[in-house]
């Protein structure tokens, strides 16, 4: 369960940094713009496509990585969770499974993105 805890610790953080790359850099008057980098055709993506997702209450976790996602939502912070749900709301096929189980962003509390596209959406029902 480390494993799931590290991977959406990792998700979040790419996901944020997708979010700060579409954000344009201001240009001082006077300055050109620079020229963009040359693409690299082996160049790999920062995040796999996502192949499926599933949905995991955090009650249907075992105690301890119950815990241990609670930490990481709590390190994380208000700012974090945000970008989280910020970035799912922003991917259609993520939002749409959780529409299909009744469910929003607002539900999410950690993701977790597997090399194989895999993605885990550990869910809080509000209490």
């Known amino acids: 369960m480390r494993k ?4 959406a610790t990792a998700a979040t953080l790419m996901m944020a940094g997708a979010a700060g790359a579409q954000q344009q850099p201001t240009l001082q008057p006077g300055t050109p713009p620079a020229a963009p980098a040359p693409a690299t055709p082996k160049a ?4 796999p496509a996502i192949q499926s997702v599933t949905i995991v209450d955090i009650k249907e ?3 301890a990585t119950q815990t241990q996602v609670n ?5 994380r912070g208000d700012a974090g969770l945000q970008k989280l749900r910020s970035s ?3 991917t259609p096929k ?22 194989n596209g895999s ?5 809080k029902k509000a209490s």
Do not use: H, N, R, Y
């Not at 993520?94 to 090399?115: C, D, F, H, Y």
């Open 61 to 63: 976790l075992p105690e």
């Open 71 to 75: 930490q990481v939502v709590a390190q």
């Open 88 to 90: 799912i709301d922003a």
């Open 119 to 123: 993605l885990t959406l550990i869910t």
């Open 44 to 47: 790999e993506s920062a995040a």
């Open 4 to 7: 799931t805890i590290l991977f």
């Open 94 to 115: 993520v939002k749409s499974a959780l529409e299909a189980k009744g469910m929003t962003s607002a539900q999410v509390i950690a993701a977790s993105m597997e090399p």
